[in-house]
């Protein structure tokens, strides 16, 4: 916690999430990843949940899982590769390839709802790889999701998320923004 609250990364507002829904609190990776000092720290605490599964490879969804992902890699000595967004959903693209039943980590900064997390997945198996785990720096789905691979998180956020229609009166009239996930 320290780590995030030294570079800045939780911000207090009123925030629109990738997920559809709104928030008081945003938990902006970015202002994390910026340090590679700290990325090296949370990829040392995050190695040691995920090199149980005997992945060859680490993949990160876009944009979120690059930096931490591909620190990951290094600190494993696996392969990296990531997935990108073509019109909002995650693409394996640049000629990126997987042997058939190759063993992925799926390497992802935050989820609120899992979203991104469950398109990796689909992706990697649409395209002949094996996810084996999923690591994530933050999990504030206070719990509420779980994939079909063992998941491990460096931190549980237990912010509360709100429909646009069950907005609390401090959030009530006042703009939500999208800082960026």
Do not use: W
Not at 14 to 22: A, D, M, N, P, T
Not at 40 to 56: F, Q, S
Not at 92 to 114: A, C, Y
Request: charged content about 25%; some cysteine; overall charge neutral.
């Amino acid at each position: 916690m320290q780590i995030f609250k030294d570079s800045g990364a939780l911000l207090e507002g009123h925030f629109l999430l990738r997920s559809g829904l709104h928030s008081a609190h945003f938990f902006q990776c970015a202002q994390v990843c910026q340090y590679m000092d700290k990325v090296t720290r949370l990829a040392e605490i995050m190695v040691p949940m995920l090199k149980k599964y005997g992945a060859t490879t680490v993949v990160g969804p876009a944009m979120g899982g690059l930096v931490i992902g591909q620190e990951v890699a290094r600190q494993l000595g696996l392969r990296f590769v990531f997935l990108e967004k073509v019109d909002d959903k995650l693409a394996l693209r640049r000629n990126f390839k997987f042997e058939p039943s190759e063993k992925v980590l799926i390497v992802e900064d935050v989820i609120t709802r899992g979203g991104r997390v469950v398109e990796a997945l689909e992706q990697c198996r649409a395209h002949g790889a094996e996810p084996v785990a999923v690591g994530v720096i933050v999990d504030r789905s206070q719990g509420k999701t779980s994939f079909d691979v063992p998941h491990h998180s460096l931190a549980e956020l237990s912010f509360p998320t709100y429909e646009a229609d069950k907005l609390p009166p401090e959030l009530q009239g006042t703009e939500a923004i999208k800082p960026g996930s």
